[in-house]
C-alpha cells in the first residue's frame, strides 16, 4: 500500500479520541438547548437524486455539489446541506408529521470546495427549523434557541446579524437586468464580509451591471431601514431572552443560497476570528418546490466544526471528567479477578472506567495511562489484598493513596 494510500484525502479528516469527545460535548450542550426548546430529532440519508439538490441552491453553490452516477446508472449527489433533504421529508412524510414540526439534526454534509483554514469537503452540520408556521414568533423562536445554544456551550459574546431578504429585494430590484437576476446581485452582495466594496463592485460589473449601477446598488444596500416584519422579530426575540445589544440590524447581509424570503441571520462569535458559525432564515417556498405541498419554514444551520474549533480555542470544554476517569492495573494473572472485580464495581458506580487487557509491568500499563490522558490508575497487589483495599495513583502527581474500593468510588463521583 502507498504512502498516498494511508492518509485523509484532502479536506476530509480524522478525529482521534480527543477531539472526538470535544465535540461531543459541544454537541451534547447545543441538543440539551435543542430539546428544551421542544425540537424533534431527525436523520436523512448521505446520498440523494441529484435532481432534488441541483437548482436549489443557486449556480454558484450548485459547482460545489458531489454528483456522481451511481452502479445503476442513476444521477446522485451528496448531502450539500440539511436543509433541502428535510424540506423533501416534509413532502414526503407530509400526512404523518405534526403541524408545526420542528426538527434538529446533526449530520455531515459535503461541498466539492477548495480546503483552507475553517472550511472542509466533509464536515457536520447542525440545523434547526420549524414548519407550517409564517408568524414572526417561530423567526424569533429559532433565533432565540440558537442564541442559548452557544450560551449553553459556554459562550459569552456573540452577535446575531439580522436582516430581511425582503429589504434586499426592494433595495436591489430596480438594478435587475436580463443578463444580471436578483439572486446574482444577492450573490455578490454576500460577499461584503470577505472582500471589499470595490471588490464587489467589480464582480458584478463583470456580470454585466454598469459600473455606475453598482456603486448605486452596494450604496442603496447600506443606506436601507429596518422593515416591519424584521422589527417584529427583533422585538419577539429580545422577549425570549436575547439580549438586545447582541441583535445587530446588518442591512448588507444578504446569506448567498436562493431560498431564502423573509428574515436572515448569521451567527458571529467575535473573539473567534474564521467567519461566522452558523447562518439561516425563513424560506417559505423551498418545499412547495420540491413536492407541491405549501408548508413555509424557517431555520439555521450552525457551523458545528467551526463552533468546536472556537470552543477549543476559549478554552471552553472541560477536560475532568470527560474521557476515561481511571485505569484499573492488573498486578499479575493470579490477581487478574480481583482487578474484574474492581472494574466492574467501579462501571457500577457510573465511573469511566478502562481494565487493562494484558499481564505487563507496571511502568507500561502507567505509561499506557498517561498516554491516554487518564487521570488515575488502580494498583491491586498482594499487600492491597491482604488489606481488602486498593492503591490509587494520580498519575500527573505521582501520589499514591492507600483505600477502599468504595472510598475511591466517593472520591471520583
Same mark, same amino acid.
Given at each position: 500500500?502507498?504512502?498516498?494510500?494511508?492518509?485523509?484525502? !484532502?479536506?476530509?479528516?480524522?478525529?482521534?479520541?480527543?477531539?472526538?469527545?470535544?465535540?461531543?460535548?459541544?454537541?451534547?450542550?447545543?441538543?440539551?438547548?435543542?430539546?428544551?426548546?421542544?425540537?424533534?430529532?431527525?436523520?436523512?440519508?448521505?446520498?440523494?437524486?441529484? +435532481?432534488?439538490?441541483?437548482?436549489?441552491?443557486?449556480?454558484?453553490?450548485?459547482?460545489?455539489?458531489?454528483?456522481?452516477?451511481?452502479?445503476?446508472?442513476?444521477?446522485?449527489?451528496?448531502?450539500?446541506?440539511?436543509?433541502?433533504?428535510?424540506?423533501? =421529508?416534509?413532502?414526503?412524510?407530509?400526512?404523518?408529521?405534526?403541524?408545526?414540526?420542528?426538527?434538529?439534526?446533526?449530520?455531515?454534509?459535503?461541498?466539492?470546495? !477548495?480546503?483552507?483554514?475553517?472550511?472542509?469537503?466533509?464536515?457536520?452540520?447542525?440545523?434547526?427549523?420549524?414548519?407550517? +408556521?409564517?408568524?414572526?414568533?417561530?423567526?424569533?423562536?429559532?433565533?432565540?434557541?440558537?442564541?442559548?445554544?452557544?450560551?449553553?456551550?459556554?459562550?459569552?459574546?456573540?452577535?446575531? &446579524?439580522?436582516?430581511?431578504?425582503?429589504?434586499?429585494?426592494?433595495?436591489?430590484?430596480?438594478?435587475?437586468?436580463?443578463?444580471?437576476?436578483?439572486?446574482?446581485?444577492?450573490?455578490? =452582495?454576500?460577499?461584503?464580509? &470577505?472582500?471589499?466594496?470595490?471588490?464587489?463592485?467589480?464582480?458584478?460589473?463583470?456580470?454585466?451591471?454598469?459600473?455606475?449601477?453598482?456603486?448605486?446598488?452596494?450604496?442603496?444596500?447600506?443606506?436601507? !431601514?429596518?422593515?416591519?416584519?424584521?422589527?417584529?422579530?427583533?422585538?419577539?426575540?429580545?422577549?425570549?431572552?436575547?439580549?438586545?445589544?447582541?441583535?445587530?440590524?446588518? +442591512?448588507?447581509?444578504?446569506?448567498?443560497?436562493?431560498?431564502?424570503?423573509?428574515?436572515?441571520?448569521?451567527?458571529?462569535?467575535?473573539?473567534?476570528?474564521?467567519?461566522?458559525?452558523?447562518?439561516?432564515?425563513?424560506?417559505?417556498?423551498?418545499?412547495?418546490?420540491?413536492?407541491? =405541498?405549501?408548508?413555509?419554514?424557517?431555520?439555521?444551520?450552525?457551523?458545528?466544526?467551526?463552533?468546536?474549533?472556537?470552543?477549543?480555542?476559549?478554552?471552553?470544554?472541560?477536560?475532568?471528567?470527560?474521557?476515561?476517569? =481511571?485505569?484499573?492495573?492488573?498486578?499479575?494473572?493470579?490477581?487478574?479477578?480481583? +482487578?474484574?472485580?474492581?472494574?466492574?464495581?467501579?462501571?457500577?458506580?457510573?465511573?469511566?472506567?478502562?481494565?487493562?487487557?494484558?499481564?505487563?509491568?507496571?511502568?507500561?500499563?502507567?505509561?499506557?495511562?498517561?498516554?491516554?490522558?487518564?487521570?488515575?490508575?488502580?494498583?491491586?497487589?498482594?499487600?492491597?489484598?491482604?488489606?481488602?483495599?486498593?492503591?490509587?495513583?494520580?498519575?500527573?502527581?505521582?501520589?499514591?493513596?492507600?483505600?477502599?474500593?468504595?472510598?475511591?468510588?466517593?472520591?471520583?463521583?
Amino acid at each position: 500500500m502507498s504512502k498516498q494510500q494511508i492518509q485523509t484525502l !484532502k479536506g476530509f479528516r480524522d478525529f482521534l479520541p480527543a477531539e472526538k469527545r470535544q465535540r461531543d460535548f459541544v454537541a451534547s450542550k447545543i441538543i440539551e438547548i435543542f430539546e428544551q426548546f421542544g425540537f424533534q430529532p431527525l436523520e436523512t440519508p448521505t446520498l440523494e437524486y441529484a +435532481s432534488l439538490l441541483l437548482g436549489k441552491y443557486g449556480d454558484e453553490a450548485d459547482k460545489l455539489v458531489y454528483n456522481f452516477k451511481d452502479r445503476g446508472g442513476r444521477e446522485v449527489a451528496l448531502r450539500y446541506d440539511q436543509t433541502v433533504p428535510t424540506a423533501r =421529508v416534509l413532502a414526503q412524510y407530509q400526512n404523518q408529521l405534526p403541524r408545526y414540526f420542528r426538527r434538529y439534526q446533526i449530520q455531515n454534509v459535503f461541498r466539492a470546495d !477548495k480546503p483552507q483554514i475553517g472550511r472542509y469537503r466533509e464536515f457536520a452540520q447542525c440545523d434547526i427549523d420549524i414548519f407550517g +408556521s409564517t408568524s414572526p414568533l417561530a423567526d424569533a423562536e429559532i433565533i432565540a434557541c440558537t442564541y442559548f445554544s452557544f450560551i449553553n456551550v459556554g459562550f459569552k459574546n456573540i452577535k446575531l &446579524k439580522i436582516n430581511d431578504r425582503q429589504v434586499l429585494f426592494t433595495a436591489l430590484k430596480t438594478f435587475v437586468t436580463d443578463e444580471v437576476n436578483i439572486f446574482s446581485i444577492i450573490q455578490s =452582495v454576500d460577499k461584503l464580509d &470577505k472582500l471589499s466594496a470595490e471588490d464587489v463592485m467589480l464582480e458584478l460589473t463583470k456580470k454585466g451591471l454598469t459600473t455606475e449601477n453598482a456603486k448605486s446598488a452596494l450604496e442603496k444596500i447600506a443606506q436601507a !431601514k429596518i422593515s416591519n416584519n424584521l422589527a417584529e422579530i427583533i422585538k419577539l426575540s429580545q422577549q425570549l431572552g436575547v439580549l438586545e445589544k447582541d441583535l445587530v440590524f446588518t +442591512s448588507t447581509l444578504a446569506r448567498g443560497l436562493n431560498y431564502y424570503t423573509g428574515m436572515i441571520f448569521e451567527v458571529i462569535l467575535p473573539e473567534y476570528g474564521s467567519g461566522s458559525c452558523g447562518g439561516g432564515g425563513r424560506y417559505d417556498k423551498l418545499i412547495n418546490q420540491l413536492g407541491g =405541498v405549501d408548508i413555509p419554514a424557517v431555520g439555521i444551520a450552525f457551523g458545528f466544526d467551526r463552533t468546536v474549533e472556537a470552543a477549543t480555542q476559549l478554552g471552553l470544554i472541560p477536560t475532568d471528567k470527560v474521557g476515561t476517569q =481511571v485505569l484499573v492495573t492488573v498486578f499479575d494473572e493470579k490477581l487478574q479477578i480481583n +482487578s474484574v472485580q474492581a472494574a466492574t464495581k467501579l462501571r457500577q458506580a457510573g465511573i469511566k472506567t478502562e481494565l487493562y487487557p494484558a499481564i505487563d509491568s507496571m511502568s507500561k500499563q502507567f505509561k499506557k495511562a498517561d498516554q491516554a490522558n487518564i487521570p488515575y490508575a488502580i494498583v491491586i497487589g498482594e499487600e492491597e489484598i491482604a488489606s481488602n483495599q486498593v492503591s490509587l495513583k494520580n498519575l500527573k502527581t505521582g501520589d499514591q493513596e492507600i483505600m477502599s474500593i468504595d472510598e475511591v468510588i466517593n472520591k471520583l463521583v
